[in-house]
Structures are given as C-alpha cells and as structure tokens.
Nanobody, 113 residues
Framework: VQLAESGGGLVQPGGSLRLSCAAS????????MRWYRQAPGKERELVAHITSVGNPTLYADSVKGRFTISRDNAKRTVYLQMNSLKPEDTAVYYC???????WGQGTLVTVSS
C-alpha cells in the first residue's frame, strides 16, 4: 500500500492550493479516504472525509466553505482543493485510508506573507 501526497508549498494568505494523493496497492474505489493535518506543536486533526463513491463528504468546522475534498477513482487519486487560505492552515497535510489506517508521508503547506 502506498499513498503519495503532493501539491504543498508556500502561499500567501487568501491564496489557493490543490493537494493530490496518489494511491496504489489496494482497492482504492472500495475505501473512504481522509485528509488530516498536523500543525507545529499540535495534534493531528481530521480535515475532510470522502466516501468511496465520492458522496457524502465531511469537513472540519475550521475549513468548511473553503476546502473541498474530491476523488477520481479511475486515477486512484484523492484531492483537497484549499481556497482562502489562512496562516492557521499552515501544517503538514496527510492523506489516509479510512478503516485501513495507512498514511502517506505528508506534504507541507505554509501560508505566510
């Protein structure tokens, strides 16, 4: 099982980023997927959840209306579109296979002017 996140980087407040998580080694279309994040000195927190068929989706209150989780089962990839980014969104972002508990290596998002 492998999960490879990409798309992180440095962005100014109010900007946007799109994270991707490419999956392999398991039946991707059979599993719900999640994005988590961990800010410096804080515990890892759930950001968004998407079911195996793409609907419904769930979001942390802190990102509702700004972040969108989606997936392309044909490409075995889950995405996190992040808009209106704030400095408090700065964290390492991880994708995770719900129920199986596998994690990717993470991608760093830094929101700063």
């Amino acid at each position: 099982v492998q999960l490879a996140e990409s798309g992180g980087g440095l962005v100014q407040p109010g900007g946007s980023l799109r994270l991707s998580c490419a999956a392999s080694g398991f039946s991707f279309r059979s599993y719900d997927m999640r994005w988590y994040r961990q800010a410096p000195g804080k515990e890892r927190e759930l950001v968004a959840h998407i079911t195996s068929v793409g609907n419904p989706t769930l979001y942390a209150d802190s990102v509702k209306g700004r972040f969108t989780i989606s997936r392309d089962n044909a490409k075995r990839t889950v995405y996190l579109q992040m808009n209106s980014l704030k400095p408090e969104d700065t964290a390492v972002y991880y994708c995770m296979i719900a129920k199986l508990g596998y994690w990717g290596q993470g991608t760093l998002v830094t929101v700063s002017s």
